[in-house]
Each structure stands twice: as structure tokens, then as C-alpha cells.
């Protein structure tokens, strides 16, 4: 563990002295610090894990929306206001007992470039659900004590999120961005999300949405010499995809769920081959038993590593934005559209932007020219459909990775009418909404029912196998 320095005194009077002296170290190339991230004890983490197991061994055997769960938020709020944290309850009246997201914010850095972590609190009724998803959990309200305790200087503002009501369809989350305004999404620079981070037979899956979020996760495994896969399987299906469809450039971890670990992952991590990642997955057996410590460990320290590369520092960041214009349009399946994407830097030097899109219907492309500007310099998108194009409205995300920040800008593309196709009764899929087993959508010609709680995950994309079953053309 590092050594820690004084809080400050506004947090001491709430919080206590935690002794210590603040550790220099060597600019990072995501972010400048004055600070290297501690090394998180794994048996901290496990002893949150203790306390979820015996609160959900004092209501039924669950934490789902009710008793557990409500009982989960107050001893995470306990330990985060002893702390020292501003912290505070939202209550989610779209979710199943009305249960509340917690959100946790340490009061230093720039209120105006948020860092935002979140882990879903709640369990499924058949079970304690300490891997899925106590784990996440836990690791972020550790991560959370030791910045505290470490009390850095901050160039962000770091916010934790404990999300209610995952299990029935990411509705704490959803509910949480649907709240916020456009000037408050904008203040979030990323959301990071931890969602089953110790899975027995585990892999370590980081998710690529957005590059050089990735990147800083790659960076801490590559330290630790630990090999890594993008996730996949995670696509629509945890609390970062309402962000996502906000057009928030998002990041996380994930050790696995029920589906199977092949030969080669087994060649790459050790375990068993033909067995599935987390064989407790939504069962009574997933306890504090169902734990493996080596991945948890590993995924404790990249989560503060993350932290410490994105918004510690002492320095000022090179930030810029993204503008388009025209920022909406309407095709016939066909036609192509051009548009002009602005960048300018806010904060500092100029520094080199990777534009992208995502979002895109079926049989719809996007073209940037240039691919890569400096901050400060236009480039223009082409959006070209085709006459398979199906008709609907779509929001497509502009994503310009900066080797500091990500910004995004949001494209609405409306081919047709905005209707179904031709021949398909059932609406049109729309990337920016929310969906939920049973709800049957048309796109790219067919007819697709949700198999799961899903949000910007195309019908179609083999990404989203997982998510969509396809009912035939229509």
C-alpha cells in the first residue's frame, strides 16, 4: 500500500486525519500526475464481500430490491460518509421497490470534467449475488475510501455510482441519465463500469468502446503481465449502455458470466476449458465462496489505476470539444449526407483527434476527411446509405479520441419517413432507446424480439447475438 498524506482539512473535519506523505511520480502519458495509484488490498475488498454475504443472509438470501438492497446502500453510504464523501440518495421511481441509485462525489477537482464509476448494488432473488455484482461493488467503494485516505490533488472530480435495479433491466442507471440534463451529461468525460470482476474460472475482459479509455486499462495489465480480450459479451447488457446511447464514451472490466471459456482462453489464464466463467451466475451458490481472488486483485488495482490516470494530476489538461453541422438531416434510402465536424480546443494544447462513428443503421456507412485532425481542425463526414437502407431515425455518435480526452457529439439520422420498412409492422429499432425482453422491433429487413435489456445494440451485429433473436425478413 502506499503511503498516504493529510487530508485536507475541509475533509478532516468530516472524515478524521489519515496520515501521510503524497508520492511523486513521473508524468503518465494518459493524464500528468503527482501521484502513483495505490495498491489496493484484495482483503479490503473481500471484507465488503463479507458484509454484502451477511446482509443478504439477514433477508432471505438476497439483496434484490427490497430489505437486501436497501440494506446494502446504507452500509456503502456509511463507509463513504466516514470518509469524508458529499453523498446522496436518488430515489429511481421506475424501479422495482422504488429503490435508490447512491451517488458518491469527492469534493475537489474541476466540477466541469467528471470521472464516473458505477457498479450495479443489487442481486437477483435467488441469491447473494457477491460476484454478480458484489464485486464490482465493493472494489469501487474501496477504491472510493483509498482516494479519500490519499486525498490527491484532483485536475477532475471523480463520482461514484451504486446502481439500483440492474437485474431487472439497468433501470437505476437508465433512470439516473434520463435525469440528467445536457449540460451535466457534457460534464462527464467518461463512465467506467464494473460489472463481476472475480468470477472462479476467470478472463479479463476490457471493454474497447472507446480506445484510449481502453488504452489506460490495457496499460495497468500489460504492467502486471496479464493478457487481455475486449469484451463483448457485455454489449447493451450492463449499467454503461445508457451512457453509451447518451453519447458518454464509456469504459470497464468483466471477469465473465455464464457462457463458456474456450481452450485458448484456458491456454491464455489457466482454468477450464468448456466450463463457464462464473458457473454460480444468477444461482444461490454465487456467495462469498464463488470469489477468486487473483482476478478480483488484479481488477481492484486497474480500477484505481484508471482513477489515478484520468483525474489525478496537478497540471492543467489539454481538453477540446466537438461540434457538428448540420446536426440532424433526413435521406432517402440511397442518398449520403455531408457534414462538417468542428473541433476547438477548451483547455490547453492542441493534441491529435481520432474521429469515429458508431450508432449506424444497417447498410449505413461513415467516412471522415480527414480520419485525424489536431484539436482545432475541421474534418468532414460522410454518411452514405444504401437502397437496402432500412427507414427509421437513428442517432449516430461522433467520437473524437484525443490522446487526453474523448468527446463526442450526437448526429440524428432520419432515413425515409422515420417509420418501419415496408412490409414490417413492428417499429423501427432505435439505438437511443431502451428495450426489454418481449419488445419486437424491425431493422434491415426483419422483424428481431429482445431476448434481454438491451440499449444501442444493433439488430443484427454479431456483438449483439446475445440480446436479439430474428424472427425472419418482413
Known amino acids: 500500500m502506499n503511503v498516504k498524506k493529510l487530508l485536507r482539512a475541509g475533509v478532516a473535519a468530516v472524515a478524521g486525519l489519515a496520515v501521510g506523505l503524497a508520492v511523486p511520480v513521473p508524468t503518465a502519458v494518459a493524464q500528468p500526475t503527482t501521484a502513483a495509484a495505490p495498491d489496493i488490498a484484495v482483503s479490503d475488498v473481500q471484507a465488503h464481500l463479507s458484509q454484502f454475504q451477511s446482509i443478504a443472509g439477514r433477508n432471505g438470501g438476497n439483496r434484490a430490491p427490497g430489505a437486501g ?3 446494502s446502500v446504507s452500509y456503502v453510504e456509511q463507509q463513504l460518509r466516514s470518509a469524508g464523501y458529499d453523498v446522496t440518495r436518488q430515489r429511481c421511481t421506475s424501479c422495482a421497490a422504488q429503490s435508490e441509485n447512491l451517488i458518491a462525489e469527492w469534493p475537489e477537482g474541476d466540477a466541469d470534467q467528471v470521472i464516473m464509476l458505477g457498479s450495479h448494488l443489487d442481486s437477483v432473488r435467488s441469491g447473494p449475488g457477491i460476484n454478480d455484482n458484489g464485486t464490482g461493488s465493493a472494489a469501487i467503494l474501496q477504491v472510493a475510501l483509498e482516494l479519500a485516505e490519499a486525498d490527491p490533488a484532483m ?8 446502481w439500483a435495479d440492474e437485474e431487472s433491466g439497468l433501470r437505476g442507471s437508465r433512470y439516473y441519465v434520463s435525469s440528467l440534463s445536457g449540460a451535466e451529461r457534457s460534464r462527464i468525460d467518461a463512465y467506467l463500469n464494473f460489472d463481476m470482476i472475480g468470477s472462479r474460472n476467470w478472463g479479463y475482459f476490457v471493454y474497447d468502446d472507446v480506445a484510449s479509455i481502453k488504452a489506460v486499462f490495457d496499460e495497468y495489465f500489460q504492467s502486471a503481465g496479464v493478457p487481455t480480450e475486449r469484451a463483448t459479451a457485455t454489449d447493451g447488457r450492463s449499467d454503461h449502455a445508457p451512457f453509451k446511447s447518451a453519447g458518454i464514451p464509456v469504459g470497464g472490466l468483466f471477469t465473465g458470466a455464464g457462457s463458456n471459456k474456450t481452450y485458448a482462453q484456458q491456454q491464455k489464464w489457466g482454468g477450464t476449458a468448456n466450463s463457464p466463467f462464473d458457473a454460480c451466475y444468477h444461482r444461490s451458490c454465487d456467495t462469498i465462496n464463488n470469489i477468486a481472488t487473483t482476478p478480483l486483485d488484479h481488477n481492484s488495482d486497474a480500477i484505481a489505476y484508471a482513477v489515478w490516470e484520468m483525474a489525478v494530476g496537478g497540471t492543467e489538461q489539454n481538453d477540446f470539444s466537438v461540434s457538428l453541422n448540420p446536426a440532424s438531416a433526413t435521406v432517402e434510402p440511397g442518398e449520403s449526407v455531408t457534414v462538417t465536424v468542428s473541433t476547438e480546443v477548451t483547455a490547453g494544447q492542441s493534441q491529435a483527434v481520432q474521429l469515429s462513428a458508431s450508432g449506424l443503421p444497417n447498410g449505413v456507412t461513415a467516412s471522415f476527411d480527414p480520419p485525424s485532425v489536431q484539436s482545432g481542425a475541421n474534418s468532414v463526414l460522410t454518411i452514405s446509405t444504401s437502397a437496402g437502407t ?6 449516430v455518435t461522433v467520437l ?10 450526437a448526429f440524428a439520422l432520419t432515413v425515409g419517413d422515420g417509420g418501419p420498412p415496408p412490409g414490417c409492422d413492428a417499429p423501427a429499432w432505435d439505438s437511443a432507446a431502451n428495450y426489454a425482453p418481449g419488445d419486437v422491433v424491425s431493422h434491415a429487413g426483419h422483424e428481431w424480439e429482445s431476448t434481454w435489456y438491451s440499449s444501442g445494440a444493433e439488430p443484427g451485429d454479431p456483438r449483439s447475438w446475445a440480446v436479439w ?3 425472419g425478413a418482413c
Open 69 to 71: 438492497y436497501n440494506a
Open 155 to 162: 485536475a477532475k472530480r471523480v463520482r461514484f455510482a451504486w
Open 390 to 395: 432500412p427507414t427509421g431515425t437513428s442517432q
Open 400 to 409: 473524437g479520441d484525443g490522446t487526453e480526452a474523448d468527446r463526442t457529439a
Open 469 to 471: 433473436s430474428d424472427l
